[in-house]
């Protein structure tokens, strides 16, 4: 089988070490989010309020692509008339950003226009692989929702469940977003600029520390 390459789309702090992050003045009540039919959880967010508005904290570049604290998409205009003529899939609900200052050297004029998106789940996170640890054993058989994850090593994609979409979110492990290979030789190829991209495999977290290890 060949192996499939996956990336982690990450945010907040980019590759210049700077922070580059959207503030939205008016973020949606997580009560209102959509559950799991079968155990409740939360499964998704509402969507804001339109325009999206918001502070801006930027250092001197603003860049093409960056994951939103809360774990939605930012992109710029530029981007996504890219990924719609390559034919990248997963991202969905885009909504204007309209920013409403930037924090830092940059001026909102020279940062162009943005859009927010949500990325949709398009695979099964295989937990043996990626050292997956929760707080329960047991999984709900629809969202993959397992209890209150307290860390893995590294992210590995079911490959058999992969939906082919080009972004896509996990079940079982919601927090990462996906990109694929594809998706991320678009953005060389364009010279998209993409806050932090980290190869699947190197991507881990561990929430609470491990002990005798
Ligand atoms: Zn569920």
Known sequence: ????NFYVLRGGYCDDDKEFELYIDEV?????????????GTVGMIP???PVVGVLQAGRKCYDLTKQLGGDVMLSERCRETFE???LSGMNCFQRVKIRRVKGPMRAR??????????SFGAKVDRVRSVLRTSTGVQCPD????GIIEGYDRV????DSWSGQDFFKLHGLPGPIMVSERAKQVCDRYGLSICKLIPAEEYGNSYYPKFGS
Not at 143 to 146: E, L, M, S, T, V
């Open 1 to 4: 089988m060949k192996a499939m």
């Open 28 to 40: 949606p009540d997580v009560e209102d989010a959509p559950q799991c039919p079968t155990c409740g």
């Open 48 to 50: 804001y309020a339109d």
């Open 85 to 87: 003529r390559e034919g």
């Open 110 to 119: 020279g940062c162009g226009e943005y859009l927010l998106a949500r990325v």
């Open 143 to 146: 969202c993959g929702y397992a």
């Open 156 to 159: 590995a994609v079911d490959v």
